[in-house]
Structure formats: structure tokens, C-alpha cells
DNA sequence: CTGAAAGCGCTTACAG
DNA sequence: CTGAAAGCGCTTACAG
């Protein structure tokens, strides 16, 4: 009577390991050993090290594709003390603004084969502490945050765990600092400035949430306003709550009311000049003949207004890409031309103004 | 003279270990070491196991409290075969209905303390094999799979992969998968008698993308219509590009232009209603009176419509809030109710139809 | 260019 | 209820 355990033995760790806890998926020591090479060598082959001999190389990758090898993450992790995630920190899903940024932060990071993780901060910034304390547990790659507003322990927090990081949608001039946007400031000027060209004067302004870029946009409006001579405090709605096309409604109501002199309208946000449209259509006031009406990022859906929506086209797609590239390599500790990239805007013309 | 790296000699692992290549973060061995329990002690009470007794747990908890301990996820990872990753995987980021899904798995899994990776199919499979393939490398504590569009190899890899998996947005009454969501086609159904009741015969239905969830909805549409004698085939657009206002216009234009006698359109999603709408508007075609105008899953916007618009409210939060309980209960091995939630559906009557 | 040894920080059986 | 030992699968110095 021969042992049946015996069948297998010899054949090292390719053979069921009855009560240890391995997984019965192929490792890298399973890889080394059919290679005939060391783990360790077979380690550097894997992590695209080139100082391998090409012919040595070649046996690890074929042993790879044989046995439908598969990195570990977590061992990965623990033996480098460093993950192949990146975190990636937005105020919220429900803005396509920050749905395209992370699409395209996604399709670079999937490329390059770092998984993002994705956290709401819902504009809170104790929320966005929490993520930031957890997901840096995780000792992440690299993270993209959305703009500068956090506080001076969060950023002492960042700073110590020496994790590359890009801020977007926001610009900074310090040295120090990496980030991809435009200026919130400037464009806001820019859709003022039109306006004045369009001869209105008496120009409201509409921001929800309030969130650091909606009171850039209204300081930047502002300037414009004041420097033309025709600010008019009374005609600014700043409004706390989450942008939607019912608080747009809202307020165009409320605006067109008590200032029927009202001759044009900012809407800080596409949903909310949807919403000040329709409600123009609902109560005849003729945009733009005696009101013009101007959004802000130009998301879909614009040109099938009535009229067609006047907007600020925002490169939230191309910022999501250039942040994503410039946070690689970073990770690399490759050089990045210029730690801050401006990648400005445009504004789109249509028939509301 | 004494030797100065003898000042920290005894203190343990507390010291800096000089060119070792520990963290500096405090470790489990730490914290055992504090509150005078064996490592594994002191792993018993991080995990919350309950078999230890109080006063050693109360020091353990001391332990970690003053020594800021949080667990190494990776380490874990690699010790127990798992990560505490729940990995959800849905089509896109720019229809709300998903990100609304998503935020509430978001609060529901963070709460757990499980961080949430989301993969991004676009609709298309091999993308969606590529992801789960990638992501079950992790090996996650969880999946939420939206829908059952898959091929068996995938099948067989998830159920090979023994990760815990609950579909969202389709039913299924195979008793061994879990699933939460409500039936796309008796939603469509209600649409279409909720047509007929208002009187009209000549009904068309707009679908996009033509997901397996639209052509749900377009089965459901037809079944009703042919039962009640007034299906037209000729009154079926179904397009494979992605959802859009102005695939909505574009359609409702073609159909009031080729079909003048139409009464009714339903639009399998609310964007695809709004562009119709706001056609209709433009093309002066009266809404109500003339056509009636049904859009899909009640997103947010639709009361502002004009005229306001009717739709079927899908309940995707209480999808995701209810998947991801489902979900937490099999990771942990706790029964489920019934392996198929259906969270059913409300039809919104508002102006347009 | 290649490898033997040690270690990353945790958990899993196993034993008492 | 508690612990000493081993191990998860990889990478990091170090040495040659």
C-alpha cells in the first residue's frame, strides 16, 4: 500500500497545501521555481525592473502566463509600505462636473493600473478629515483633492505621509503646492464682462452651496461689476443650499419680482439657469430680449434649452487627465514641468444672452 | 562614556528602528506591549471578537486610544485572505440614477468601515471582465454587480472567487443569487396603462443605450400595448447611443414629423423627456393636450419641466441603502431574509401627461 | 546581473 | 480566556 498523500510530493508549493492557509493561487515562488530563477528575480521581472537578463526575463514572464500569475496587492503593500491605490477626495457625485473629473482621473489611473478609491467629503470638511485619516491608513499612491479648503492639520497630515498630491478646479501660486484647474476668479469676470458688452447693467447674481469656488465666482463677478459702476448688492442671491434646478427657479422668481428693472442673470451653475429658464418660460419673461441668462460650467443638455443656454465651459475632463498624468509622475518621482497648470475656459455663446 | 543609542535599549519596538523598514506607525506589538497582552491578545479586541476578558480589553483599548494604533489594512489583508474592500461595479458616473445608488452604498459601507473601490463598465462587458478580473485580485469582501449582463466564464469566477455578491436594479428568482431592486418590465407596464387610462392609442416608446434594462422596459411597453390592440411597431425608437437631452429632441422631432396622428411618447429615462419636452416646446406641439409625455426613474428637475413632468420614481438610494445592508449581512455570514429584494416603484403623475 | 535572509504587520490554527 | 509559533506573499537592503 502506497501513501495517496504521496502523489504529489516533490512538487513544492504547485501541490495542495492541505491545512495551511495558502490560497491555491499561484506565487511569485511558484513562478520562480517553474522559471528556475529566484524569487527575488522573478520579483524584478514583474515589477518591470530591467536589470534582469533579457533571456532569464523571458522564462519569468512565460512561467507568469502559464501559471496565470497574479501580483498580491497586499503583500505587495506590506513588503513596500506603499499600495497601488489612489484616492481620489470630490464634494459630491450629483454634479456631473465632478462625475466627468473623476471618469477621467479614472481612465488614466485604470491604464496605469492603480485602482482609485472614491470619497464623498458632501462639501463637509470634517467629512473629508475622516476619509482623509482613514484612507491614508491604507498608505495610498497618490491623492487628488478638490481644491485648497482644509485645515492646518489636515495638511500637516498629508504632509507627513509623504503622499504625492494634486488639488484641482483651484490654482496656486505656492512653489510647493501641485495642482490643475483655471481661475474660478477670472472666469466669473469673463461671463460679467460679456454681459456688460451685451449693454445689461442691471446684472443679478445666483450661487448655491456657497463652497469656496461658488464665492470665488461671486468675488470675481463682483470686481467686474463694481469696477463698471453698477454693483448692486440687493442683486445677489447667495444661497446655502445644494444647487438644483428648483433653487434656480426660485430665485429667478424672486429676483424677476423685486426687481422688475432686472436686465440679465449669472447663474453660478448650469442646473440652476435650467431651472431660471423654465421658470422665465412659465412666467413670459423674454430671455434674453429683457432678461440675459448665463450659466456656469456647461454641462450637457444646454443646447436643447429654450432658448439655447449661454454658459462658461469649464475643462473639468482635461483637468481630471492633466492632474491625473502630473500625480504619475509624481508617484514616479518623475519631474513635472510647472507645479501648477491653468487650464483656463471658455466661454460658449448661445441664444440666452 | 555611555553608549547614546543605549537610551531607548528595552523600550522595544517603541524605539526608531533605525534602517529596519518599519513605518513609525504604532503597531499591534505595540499596543500589546503597552497593556502587558500577547499580540494576538490585543488583535482579538481590535477585531471586536468578545472572547477576552473586559479588564484586558478595557487596557488593550487604553493601549490604542493613547498610541493613535490603526490597523495595517494590508497586513490584515494578507494574514486573513481578505481585504475589507467592497467593490461595486455600475456603467456609468453621468446618469444620476447611478450615483444616487452609489452614494447610498457609500454611506451604508463607510459606516461599516468598508471602503468602497466603484468600477466603471460603460455598458461594455469585456471592460466589466477586466474589471472584476483585476479587482478580485484584492480579493474584496464584497461585490454589487448592477444587473446579471454577464458571461458565464465571469459567473464561474465569482462564485470560484467565494466573494459575497448581491446584484442591484434587476430581479432574478434563481434562489441561490442575491439581488435588490424592482421588475423593469411591470414598471414599463404601468407606464403604458397609465397612457391608455388617460385615453391614448398612438403611444411610442424612445429608448437608448439599450441596456438590458431598457429592452426590459421596451418588452414591458409592448406587452401592454399589443394586449390592449394598439401596438405600432413604427413607433419604437431604439437607439444604442448613450442617453441625452438631445437624442430626446432629436427623437421626439422625428416622430411628431413622420407619425402626426402620435398622442403619447414615454421615454425610458428623464433626460431623453426633458430633450423631448423642451422640443415640443420649441416646435409648438402641446403637452398635455396634443402629446402626452412620460419620462423613467423620477431624477431630480422633473417639476420644474413645462410643463412638469411625469415619471416612473425608480428607488435607487433604497436600492443601494438595502443591497449594501444585504451585502454586509452575507459578508458576515448572518442570514438574509429572501435572497431577492424588490423595492417596487411609484408612477408621478405631474402636468405633462 | 543574481540570490539567501530577513522582515513588513497582522491573523490563523493549535494548544493549554 | 490567553499565548507562542508559524505563516500570509511579497520587497528591501545587503552581499557577491
Redesign the pocket.
Known sequence: MHDASSDNDGTGSRAP?G?????G?A???DVAALAG?????A??V??GKT???PE?AERVRAAVAQLG?R??PS??A????KSRHVVVLIPLLSNTLFTELLEAVQDVMWDAGYPIFVGITQYKPEREAALLDSYLSHRPAGLILTGFDRSEAQRRLIEASDTPCVHVMELSDAPDVHCVGFSQIKAAQAVARHLLDRGRRRIAFVGAQLDPRTLERAEGFRSVLQAAGCHDPRLEILDSRPSSAALGAEAFRRLVETHPDLDAVFFCNDDLAHGGLLEALRLGVPVPDRVSVVGFNDLPGNAQMLPALSSLRTPRREVGDAAARMLLRLMRGEPVDAPAVDLGFELKIRASS
Chains 1, 2 share one sequence.
Open positions: 497545501r491545512r495551511s492557509r495558502a490560497t493561487r506565487t511569485l515562488a530563477v529566484s524569487p527575488i528575480t520579483s524584478r514583474v515589477a536589470t534582469v537578463r532569464l500569475y501580483p498580491d503583500a505587495r506590506l513588503a513596500s509600505a
